[in-house]
C-alpha cells in the first residue's frame, strides 16, 4: 500500500522505484507466504555501477539469506533494461552464480523468472537457465538447446522434462513461470501454459546455481528478476505475483 500524503507518495517498506519506473506494486512478494527466495537487479541501482561492471554477489531480498555469490567475477552490470532497471549479462564461465545455502528442504516450488535468451534461435552456449533440480553431472536445465530448439526443465526434480518447442520467442523479455510439487508440474511463458505433467518426483538441489547448468554450463542470458516460493501459489497468489512482475517491468 501507498502511504499518500498532500504533494508526496511514500513506498511501501521493501519497495524499490527508480526513475522512469512509476511507482511500486502494492503488493510485494514479501506479502506472499512461503517466500523462500527473492533475487533482483533493482537492489544494484543507484550503487555507483556502470555498463560492463562485474557483479560479484546477488543478494536475497526475501531476508533468508539465500545469496547468490559468483565463483569467479561475476556477471555484467547494464543499465538500461526494462522501465530503467537494470539488468545482469549472464554468460561464459564468470557470469553464473552459486547459492550459500541449500535448496535441499524444498517439497514444492513456485518460480518465477524475468529473462530473456541472448538470441533465439540459441547459438552454443546459450544453454543452461538454473540448476534447481538434483541431477547428474552433464545434465540439467536447457532454455533452449542449441541442438533442436527444444525447452529442457529440471525444477526441483532429478529428471529432465522435455517441454517442446516452443513457439515464443525466448530471445525477448519474458516472465518464464514454473511450479512443481510432487505428481504436478507446469510451465508458462508469460503466464501462457506451455507444459505440464502429472508425473513428477520432487528432488531439490543441495548445489543450486542461477544462470547455469550442472556441473558447470553457463547460460548467456539477461536477468531481472527471480522469486522462488516453497510451495504452489494459490490461484490468488499467482496473480498477485504475476501482476507485481507484470507492472514492474511491461
Known amino acids: 500500500m501507498l502511504i499518500n500524503l498532500p504533494g508526496l507518495s511514500l513506498p511501501r517498506i521493501g ?11 502494492p503488493t510485494q512478494p514479501t506479502d506472499v507466504a ?6 533482483s537487479t533493482d537492489v544494484l541501482y543507484g550503487l555507483g555501477y556502470r555498463l560492463g561492471d562485474s557483479i560479484k554477489t546477488l543478494s536475497d531480498k526475501s531476508g533468508n539469506g539465500r545469496d ?3 565463483p569467479s567475477t561475476g556477471a555484467l552490470y547494464d543499465p538500461g533494461g526494462l522501465k530503467g532497471y537494470p539488468y545482469l549479462l549472464c554468460g561464459g564461465l564468470v557470469g553464473y552464480y552459486q547459492n550459500v545455502a541449500s535448496f535441499a ?14 538470441s533465439d534461435p540459441p547459438v552454443p552456449p546459450d544453454e543452461g537457465l538454473w540448476n534447481f533440480g538434483a541431477l547428474a553431472a552433464g545434465t540439467g536445465d536447457v ?6 530448439g527444444h525447452v ?22 519474458h516472465i518464464l513461470e514454473v511450479y512443481a510439487e510432487t ?28 544462470a547455469a547448468r550442472y556441473p558447470v554450463v553457463p547460460a548467456a542470458i539477461r536477468f ?3 522469486l522462488l516460493f516453497d510451495h504452489v501459489l494459490s490461484a490468488g497468489d499467482q496473480t498477485l505475483m504475476r501482476d507485481y512482475l507484470a507492472g514492474k517491468y511491461f
Open 183 to 210: 505428481n504436478n508440474m507446469r510451465a508458462y511463458y508469460n503466464s501462457t501454459s506451455r507444459f505440464n505433467t502429472a508425473v513428477y518426483t520432487i528432488a531439490a538441489p543441495t548445489y543450486p546455481l542461477l
Open 224 to 226: 531481472h528478476e527471480l
Open 143 to 148: 532454455y533452449p538447446s542449441f541442438v533442436d
Open 34 to 39: 512461503g517466500l523462500f527466495g527473492w533475487w
Open 152 to 173: 529442457y526443465l529440471s525444477f526441483l526434480t532429478n529428471t529432465l522434462e522435455d517441454c517442446g518447442d516452443w513457439a515464443d520467442d525466448l530471445g525477448a523479455w
Open 68 to 70: 547468490f555469490v559468483s
Open 105 to 118: 528442504a524444498l517439497t514444492a516450488g513456485h518460480a518465477f523468472m524475468v529473462v530473456r535468451q541472448y
Open 15 to 25: 519497495s524499490t522505484v527508480t526513475p522512469g519506473a512509476g511507482p511500486a506494486s
